[in-house]
T-cell receptor, first 114, second 117 residues
Framework: AQSVSQHNHHVILSEAASLELGCNYS??????LFWYVQYPGQHLQLLLK??????LVKGIKGFEAEFIKSKFSFNLRKPSVQWSDTAEYFC????????????FGSGTRLQVQP | DTGVSQDPRHKITKRGQNVTFRCDPI?????LYWYRQTLGQGPEFLTY????????KSRLLSDRFSAERPKGSFSTLEIQRTEQGDSAMYLC???????????????FGAGSRLTVL
């Protein structure tokens, strides 16, 4: 069963537009949540993470994400995108089932046009 | 330099041949993970080690696949009798985590791309 859903498969924005990428997970227990980014030709890099505490987490390069437990969501946001944000973005989750491996969503390809 | 090294970066092989990939994790990391990523998909979990112990294997890991981490440092992933469906990027990641519920942040390598002709 898919634990992580990313509904936007491909998003095209102009520079300076605001970004919100959706991520939902299907698990009622405790979760650790992550966003990873993969720039063209590069390896996966951690963008931000949520373990506990303040549900609004800030990451690198001006990205932030909000954990809304009631909606099982962890959406990624950026107020103003740049051409250099063109990349694939993956939401991932670790469940508190004892398994300590990340489960990834299928990814969202973001294309920012100059 | 990500700190997690994978070798080779690219491998082209003919169907039926065996291939082996190597991963060198960040030195102080006790956990090591293997994932597979195909085009347009997110990485799929294959297996992971805590130190030298292989703690979990995915159903994706058929009996043609075997992974080892003999001394709790580097790891190898071997695919025997490769099939065209094995063509993918094989990713290695490592992390340091205390216990089952400790915070666990994975650092990924650049991956080994396998093409089976």
């Amino acid at each position: 069963a898919q634990s992580v859903s990313q509904h936007n498969h491909h998003v095209i924005l102009s520079e300076a537009a605001s970004l919100e990428l959706g991520c939902n997970y299907s698990y009622g227990g405790t979760v650790n949540l992550f966003w990873y980014v993969q720039y063209p030709g590069q390896h996966l890099q951690l963008l931000l993470k949520y373990f506990s505490g303040d549900p609004l987490v800030k990451g690198i390069k001006g990205f932030e994400a909000e954990f809304i437990k009631s909606k099982f969501s962890f959406n990624l946001r950026k107020p103003s995108v740049q051409w250099s944000d063109t990349a694939e973005y993956f939401c991932a989750v670790i469940l508190d089932t004892g398994r300590r491996a990340l489960t990834f969503g299928s990814g969202t390809r973001l294309q920012v046009q100059p | 330099d990500t700190g997690v090294s994978q070798d080779p970066r690219h491998k082209i092989t003919k169907r039926g041949q065996n291939v082996t990939f190597r991963c060198d994790p960040i030195s102080e990391h006790n956990r090591l993970y293997w994932y597979r990523q195909t085009l347009g998909q997110g990485p799929e979990f294959l297996t992971y080690f805590q130190n030298e112990a292989q703690l979990e294997k995915s159903r994706l890991l058929s009996d043609r696949f075997s992974a080892e981490r003999p001394k709790g440092s580097f790891s190898t992933l071997e695919i025997q009798r490769t099939e065209q469906g094995d063509s993918a990027m094989y990713l290695c990641a490592s992390s340091f985590s205390r216990g089952k519920s400790g915070a666990n942040v994975l650092t990924f390598g650049a991956g080994s791309r396998l093409t089976v002709l």
